[in-house]
């Protein structure tokens, strides 16, 4: 999925569109999300979904998956803030903010009220802030947004150990894969016991190899004379386009009008 995200960024219709002007829509997005109501964070999650599938041509399929993925991860956390517990004793404190619930023993389960409302509220948020963040994922190279890094002041350092970083995903990713079907190949997951001496294994096997990795590249830049910082290089002409930036203001203005209206 690592490489099919970073395919995507090079081939998406958005691409000739500056980098800069779609970072400033989605940090602003973020912001608005930040401290916006549900209502308008799923408006800012759609809105991000229609210039993902529609404006840069990604298919809508890739986009699900990967919502799908993390929404996975969200829904798992939810649970230890809607559900609550007190003991018997204290069941009049609870009256109100009580759904539904059950005793076990000297304790009363509960699904909290409060609990639903902040689950709702966190999941909103969540969403339309991982929408903003796909936005940039899928419609910007990664070294173009270490450029911009660059260009507004941030220490080269930071930026190269950030490529580094990013760089290793892809090797972590194709080594574990490659163990992984070659254990599966050979029954390595049959039973609880194999799947664990298995597990063990792959984990030892990735750490060496990563770490033989690091070393070919490090003396790969020796060889090549790096002097301490990457430099980046790009064929792609960008423009600032009018339109959508039209659109982008538009847009967040609506969204900040709506906002203020929830507080009125």
């Given amino acids: ?12 219709r958005l691409r000739w569109v500056a980098p800069e002007q779609k970072l400033i829509l989605a940090i602003a997005l973020l912001i608005i999300a930040a401290f916006a109501h549900p209502p308008v964070q799923i408006l800012i999650a759609v809105w991000m979904s229609i210039w993902v599938v529609v404006y840069a041509g990604i298919s809508i399929q890739i986009y ?23 003991e018997i004793t204290n069941l009049n404190l609870i009256v ?14 509960y699904i909290s009220k409060h609990g639903i409302e902040q689950g709702l509220t966190i999941f909103t948020r969540s969403i339309s802030s991982l929408s903003c963040l796909y936005f940039l994922m899928l419609t910007i190279p990664f070294t173009e947004i270490l450029q911009i890094l660059r260009r507004i002041g941030f220490p080269v350092l930071l930026t190269d150990l950030l490529l580094l970083m990013y760089r290793f995903i892809f090797v972590l990713l194709n080594t574990a894969s490659d163990l992984w079907t070659a254990q599966q190949s050979r029954n390595g997951y049959r039973t609880f016991k194999i799947s664990m001496k298995s597990l063990s294994l792959l984990i030892g096997q990735l750490f ?3 770490l033989i990795n ?13 002097k301490g910082e990457f430099n980046f290089w790009h064929s792609q002409r960008h423009h600032l386009s009018r339109r959508y ?16 209206r929830h507080h009125l």
């Fill in 214 to 226: 690091y070393r070919q590249i490090s003396l790969t830049l020796a060889s090549r004379g790096f």
């Fill in 245 to 260: 930036a039209i659109e982008a203001i538009i847009g967040c203005a609506i969204l900040i009008t709506l906002e203020s």
């Fill in 208 to 210: 060496k190899r990563t």
């Fill in 96 to 109: 109100n903010d009580s759904f539904t619930g059950f005793t076990i023993g000297s304790y009363y389960l």
């Fill in 1 to 12: 999925m690592t490489l099919q995200i970073d395919t995507i960024a090079y081939t998406n």
């Fill in 64 to 86: 699900l998956k990967l919502v799908y993925i993390a929404s996975l991860f969200l829904l798992t956390s939810l649970p230890a803030l809607i559900i609550n517990g007190v």
